[in-house]
């Protein structure tokens, strides 16, 4: 049975991608195959094959399934700004109905782990209408939240987890990441507060480019990750 999990972040540049590749290849480590969809990037190079944005590269190098770019991100921008813009500069309308039918073909693969990946923070615009917690809404999957450990976070993370719940979500965990090289002030007091704040485990804590994170495997498989036996 395929286990799927929504990545989303406290903001943009929190580590979302780094978190989600790292999961990827620590469930390929357990002999689990897996895939991963970044649904919309905003920001790309031009190459000779087309489009390419940095970070729906990365998944795709993470993950154990061999899929053509286009499958794992089929919405790319040239702009790296708030996918709404991005995409009105084009002359695109993105489209959440679209957007969650390709990702649920992608579940519907026959693999252990499937991981999609948000862009920016929750609420960050797609369309007039739409937001990227729409897209989270549509496909109903549990979130693993991607906390970045600097000032800030304690209020993004509680304002996030707050809106995935009244979103009707349900949140798997967190993960503590330390994006910059410099840790936080009161790092450890601070990730105390997160802890006794959210409503969820945290899953792992993560040090800055750590090759080795710790990520709490039975905390996962508890969520559904499903390692067990594998």
């Known amino acids: 049975m395929t286990a799927a999990f929504f990545i989303a972040g406290t903001d943009t540049e929190v580590g979302k991608t780094y978190i989600a590749s790292t999961l990827l290849r620590a469930a390929a480590s357990q002999g689990l ?21 940095e970070d729906a590269l990365q998944l795709q190098a993470a993950m154990t399934e061999d899929l053509p770019y286009e499958l794992v991100n089929p919405v790319v921008l040239q702009e790296p700004l708030s996918p709404h813009l991005a ?19 992608m579940m519907e693969r026959s693999v252990d782990l499937v991981l999609i990946e948000g862009a920016g923070g929750w609420r960050v ?10 897209l989270a809404k549509e496909l109903g999957l549990p ?12 209020n993004h993370a509680l304002l996030t987890v707050e809106a995935i719940e009244r979103d009707g979500l349900s949140l798997a965990g967190w993960i503590a990441n330390q994006s ?17 704040r959210l409503s969820a485990p ?23 990750l499903g390692l067990a036996g594998k």
């Open 33 to 53: 195959t897996t895939l991963a969809v970044k649904p919309v990037a905003a920001g790309c190079e031009e190459t000779p094959e087309g489009r390419r944005n």
């Open 87 to 105: 995409a009105r500069h084009e002359g695109v309308e993105i489209s959440v109905q679209e957007l969650a039918a390709h990702c649920r073909r």
């Open 125 to 134: 615009p797609l369309n007039a209408r739409e937001d990227m917690s729409d």
């Open 143 to 154: 979130v693993i939240l991607v906390v970045d450990m600097k000032l800030g976070c304690l």
């Open 180 to 196: 910059q090289p410099q840790p936080m002030a009161a790092r450890t007091e601070n990730l105390q507060t997160l802890m006794q």
């Open 202 to 224: 945290c899953l792992g804590q993560v040090d800055y480019q750590d090759s080795r994170p710790v990520i709490d495997w039975a905390l996962l498989r508890r969520a559904g």
